[in-house]
């Protein structure tokens, strides 16, 4: 949503009576846009974000209501302080969509070391993705709240109780000024309420039926096998190594994979070498809990035929060592 206002300089004293959360992570906002705060990476990762936001309004959180989905209670902090790297998703609305259909989204990873947080995050909008934006901030170890921010935008939420619940998150946005505008107010401001979670790890094997509509006679079981690793790229992506098996019916074979994780959205591939060798393109999604994967669209395609299989897969419980009696 949009709020169409015109807004003097006054507004960045944040002399406005908000909340206390709320101005708190507008203090970090602002230190975020200081020059001369952040490393040289960020410099040049954020340089276009520079050129289109300044901060001027900061909305206090908003609790959501939905009809699709009920946020978890954010009762206490339980936040990895271990450093890991975590996936996350932040979307404008109610509920969390493979890919994300409203906008702005935010794809990335979080991580919390201590009290201080640190992301790298993708901006979703309707007209495409941004390059990944380093982000920082705090853990509060009392409260479980995350504060994070960068030019242009900020976010705040609380550790959820229960690991892969949806939360509210507190989006900030700024001013946005039309291409050459050079004057001192600030014409349109952002907000949206928004929601986030985090995606677990993708480490194990999946089976489930694949079906091919055109060729039903080569559906069956597939199987699918997936390893994250533990360190997002640079735009928070988390890189995958995948081994797919296609139904025996369908005589098609196993293959290797890559690509990456993305908030709930997986994408891998495998084009062989040779000449007439297959591509084999996939884009499926999994549930927050990573145990379960959908896939919308497997592909084989060579010259001449081409096959697509689009099916459910579950994560199998890991084999136990047999045991000598």
Request: charged residues 5%; glycine residues 10%; neutral net charge.
């Amino acid at each position: 949503m949009y709020l169409m206002q015109s807004v003097s300089p006054r507004m960045h004293s944040l002399s406005y009576n908000l909340h206390s959360r709320p101005a708190h992570l507008a203090k970090k906002l602002l230190e975020a846009s200081t020059p001369g705060q952040k490393s040289s990476s960020q410099i040049e990762r954020t340089r276009a974000m520079k050129r289109s936001f300044a901060l001027a309004l900061l909305l206090p959180a908003v609790a959501l209501i939905g009809c699709a989905v009920t946020p978890g209670s954010p009762t206490g902090p339980t936040g990895p302080t271990s450093g890991n790297w975590t996936n996350w998703q932040i979307q404008a609305g109610t509920a969390i969509t493979s890919p994300p259909n409203t906008y702005p989204s935010f794809l990335g990873a979080i991580q919390i070391q201590g009290t201080q947080a640190a992301g790298i995050f993708t901006t979703v909008n309707s007209t495409g993705s941004s390059a990944g934006l380093d982000y920082s901030g705090s853990y509060a170890t009392t409260t479980g709240d995350v504060t994070l921010s960068t030019d242009g935008y900020g976010f705040e939420y609380t550790q959820p109780a229960t690991p892969y619940t949806l939360v509210p998150v507190s989006v900030v946005g700024g001013c946005v000024y039309p291409p050459g505008y050079t004057g001192p107010e600030c014409n349109a401001i952002f907000s949206s309420p928004s929601v986030g979670i985090e995606i677990a790890p993708l480490n194990g094997t999946y089976t489930g039926t694949l079906t091919e509509s055109a060729v039903p006679s080569m559906s069956g079981t597939g199987t699918l096998t997936l390893t994250q690793s533990a360190t997002p790229n640079s735009s928070g992506a988390f890189p995958l190594t995948a081994s797919i098996a296609f139904p025996s019916a369908s005589a098609l074979g196993t293959f290797n994979l890559a690509g990456t994780v993305s908030g709930e959205s997986i994408a891998l591939n495998f084009c062989s070498a040779a000449v007439i060798g297959p591509c084999i393109p996939l884009t499926a999604s999994t549930n927050p809990a990573g145990t379960q994967i959908t896939i919308s669209n497997l592909g084989w395609n060579q010259t001449g035929p081409s096959y697509t299989f689009t099916g459910v897969l579950t994560l199998q419980p890991p084999l136990t060592p047999a045991t000598n009696r």
